[in-house]
C-alpha cells in the first residue's frame, strides 16, 4: 500500500487528514503543494484535482480530494473498528451532519484568509467577524450534553472542526467564552495520537502569518 498525501502543513483541512493519518496508523509520504507560491496551478497537479485545492491522497493509484471525502474514506477502508465513522446509520447520519456544517466553517475561515493574506487588506470586515461570532456560538451549541462533536466518543467529525477553532479564535478571541468548546479541544489534545506534533507546527505558521497582516 502506498498512500501519498500532498500538503501544506498550515491547511486546516489538509492537518485534519494528516492527524487522521497518524491516529489509523498508516504510513505515508508527503508531497508539498506550496499555495503560495501556486503550486496548485501547475499542470501535474491540475490533473490529480481540477478544482486545485488541497489536501488529495493517492492511495495506491485510487485518487481523492475534499477532506471530509478524505477522512470518511481513509477511516472506511483502514480503520480497525467503526468507532471513528460508526456503521449504524443513525450515528453516522449524526457524524455526516456535524461534517456537512464544518464545510460551512471552512468557508467562513477562507473568506477571511483570501481577504487577508491574499491581498493588501489588514483587517477583517464586520459582516466576517459577526459570521465568525454567530459559528463560534454554533460550536458551543454542537457540544451541549455531549463530551465532542457528534456524541461521547471521538469521530472524523471532530478531526474537520479542531484545526479551525484556534483560527477563529484569532479572527475572534473569545476569553473565558465557550467552556465546552475549550474543554473539548483539550480533550481532542490528550485524545488525538501525535496532536502537537501535527496540529501545532501548521497552526502556529498559519497563525503568525494572520497576525502579522492584522497587526499593520
Given at each position: 500500500?502506498?498512500?501519498?498525501?500532498?500538503?501544506?502543513?498550515?491547511?486546516p483541512p489538509v492537518r485534519s487528514v494528516d492527524l487522521l493519518?497518524?491516529?489509523?496508523?498508516?504510513?505515508a509520504q508527503y508531497k508539498t503543494v506550496n499555495?503560495?507560491?501556486?503550486?496548485?496551478?501547475?499542470?501535474?497537479?491540475l490533473k490529480l484535482n481540477p478544482l486545485h485545492t488541497i489536501p488529495v491522497i493517492d492511495d495506491d493509484g485510487f485518487i481523492l480530494w475534499e477532506s471530509?471525502?478524505?477522512?470518511t474514506y481513509l477511516v472506511s477502508k483502514y480503520g480497525k473498528d467503526d468507532s471513528l465513522?460508526?456503521?449504524?446509520?443513525?450515528?453516522?447520519?449524526l457524524v455526516d451532519q456535524r461534517l456537512h456544517y464544518s464545510n460551512d466553517v471552512f468557508y467562513i475561515f477562507i473568506q477571511i484568509i483570501k481577504r487577508i493574506l491574499y491581498s493588501?487588506?489588514?483587517?477583517?470586515?464586520?459582516?466576517?467577524?459577526?459570521?465568525?461570532?454567530?459559528?463560534?456560538?454554533?460550536?458551543?451549541k454542537l457540544l451541549e450534553g455531549q463530551?465532542?462533536?457528534?456524541?461521547?466518543?471521538?469521530?472524523v467529525a471532530d478531526f474537520s472542526y479542531v484545526t479551525l477553532v484556534d483560527i477563529l479564535?484569532?479572527?475572534?478571541?473569545?476569553?473565558?467564552?465557550?467552556?465546552?468548546?475549550?474543554?473539548?479541544?483539550?480533550?481532542?489534545?490528550?485524545?488525538?495520537?501525535?496532536?502537537?506534533?501535527?496540529?501545532?507546527?501548521?497552526?502556529?505558521?498559519?497563525?503568525?502569518?494572520?497576525?502579522?497582516?492584522?497587526?499593520?
Open positions: 500500500m502506498v498512500l501519498i498525501l500532498y500538503h501544506l502543513d498550515p491547511s493519518i497518524h491516529t489509523l496508523g498508516l504510513k499555495l503560495f507560491h501556486k503550486d496548485q496551478l501547475k499542470p501535474e497537479f471530509r471525502a478524505i477522512l465513522y460508526p456503521k449504524d446509520l443513525q450515528k453516522r447520519a493588501e487588506a489588514t483587517t477583517i470586515l464586520d459582516e466576517q467577524l459577526e459570521k465568525v461570532k454567530q459559528t463560534q456560538e454554533n460550536i458551543e463530551a465532542f462533536i457528534a456524541g461521547d466518543s471521538l469521530t479564535e484569532v479572527y475572534r478571541p473569545t476569553g473565558d467564552k465557550f467552556p465546552l468548546t475549550k474543554a473539548w479541544f483539550q480533550r481532542c489534545k490528550s485524545t488525538i495520537k501525535d496532536f502537537d506534533q501535527i496540529n501545532k507546527k501548521g497552526a502556529d505558521l498559519l497563525i503568525e502569518k494572520l497576525k502579522e497582516k492584522l497587526s499593520k
